[in-house]
């Protein structure tokens, strides 16, 4: 059996680990997605990057918009993809609807359902960690809204608290955006959600959406949005001239306290990283004092 590894902080070891990934837009036969994008290859290199941080997440949450125009076969294709990984590092997976997505096919082609125009929801126990998945799509719209049905139905779920807290996973952020265009296009009646949300044990809320990396508070709640893997929006623009651009991937890996919950951005790119901090070093560290690696790693050299 492995030793415990050491604890080098103040903070033990997280207790659950997600990994989270947003806005695929496959398309059948992958298509390149506005003539410009390869939305499989660039999930490729996302899940080879995934499966490098050599971690074994809980869970591996896909916060919607998983195909473009919600095609049979970009739902199969996207399946065949992302199964496999999932399986490999024993990961729950977990599918949320986005406003690009179609329920009817989402629920058949995806999920080996009947296909329906019911919200694509559903409760993941992580080992006490609960992870709820709720559907803001709008069928025939691209804007989000939750209707009074899935608020009671959450209500409802929300009225046990569970041993390490709740996780929601939607599309839509309830958060506002700098950029005009996702204004149009947000959460609407999030007013309603708030109510539900406030009190409860929900800890954290993971979206999408907007195809950047963003965060901020919504009902005394941290809300964390995980940039797309077909194409991110270039911020390093004017508000209004925002346009998508081939880089920037990136995912979140998201580690969960007792006390906090944290959201790094993994970027996917290709360049040169240097090899400094390795096992070895750690196990040298591991090796020392608590004052010893003090003096050997925090001390700066004598000028």
Same mark, same amino acid.
């Given at each position: !059996? ?18 989270h ?18 939305? &499989?290859?660039?999930?490729?290199r ?21 195909t473009? =125009?919600?095609?049979? &076969? ?6 065949a993809? /992302?199964?496999?990984v ?23 082609d ?9 919200p694509v ?35 409802? /779920? ?20 700098? =950029? ?12 309603a959600?708030?109510?539900v ?19 901020? !508070?919504?009902?005394? /709640?941290?809300?964390?949005? #995980?940039a797309?893997?077909c ?5 390093a623009?004017? #508000? &209004? ?32 990283? &240097? ?8 196990a040298? !560290?591991?090796a020392?004092t ?12 004598l000028?």
């Amino acid at each position: !059996m492995d030793a415990a590894p050491v604890q080098f902080g103040s903070h033990e070891p997280a207790r659950r680990v997600i990994v989270h990934v947003s806005d695929t837009h496959f398309l059948a036969g992958n298509r390149p997605l506005g003539g410009a994008y390869d939305t &499989a290859g660039n999930l490729e290199r996302t899940l080879v990057a995934i499966e490098a941080l050599a971690v074994h997440p809980d869970a591996i949450v896909f916060t919607g918009d998983l195909t473009d =125009l919600g095609e049979p &076969a970009a739902y199969a294709a996207l399946k065949a993809a /992302v199964e496999p990984v999932a399986h490999r590092l024993g990961a729950q997976l977990v599918w949320v609807a986005g406003n690009h997505d179609e329920r009817p096919e989402l629920h058949r082609d995806l999920l080996g359902e009947q296909p329906s125009q019911e919200p694509v929801t559903a409760v993941y126990d992580l080992r006490g960690l609960r992870l709820v998945a709720l559907d803001t799509s709008v069928p025939g719209w691209h804007h989000g809204d939750l209707d009074e049905a899935q608020l009671a139905w959450l209500r409802e /779920v929300l009225a046990e608290p569970a041993p390490l807290g709740t996780v929601l996973a939607l599309h839509h952020p309830p958060l506002p955006s700098h =950029l005009p265009l996702f204004d149009i296009l947000e959460l609407r009646h999030q007013d309603a959600l708030a109510e539900v949300v406030r009190g409860s044990d929900v800890r954290s809320i993971l979206a999408g959406h907007l195809h950047y990396s963003t965060h901020g !508070m919504f009902a005394g /709640v941290d809300v964390s949005v #995980a940039a797309a893997t077909c194409y991110t929006m270039n911020l390093a623009r004017p #508000a &209004a001239r925002v346009n998508g651009m081939d880089a920037a991937q990136s995912f979140h890996l998201v580690h969960v306290y007792d006390d906090t919950i944290t959201h790094a951005v993994v970027p996917v790119v290709e360049a040169p990283t &240097a090899d400094f901090f390795d096992e070895a070093w750690l196990a040298r !560290m591991a090796a020392l004092t608590p004052r010893e690696r003090h003096e050997a790693f925090s001390r700066k050299p004598l000028r």
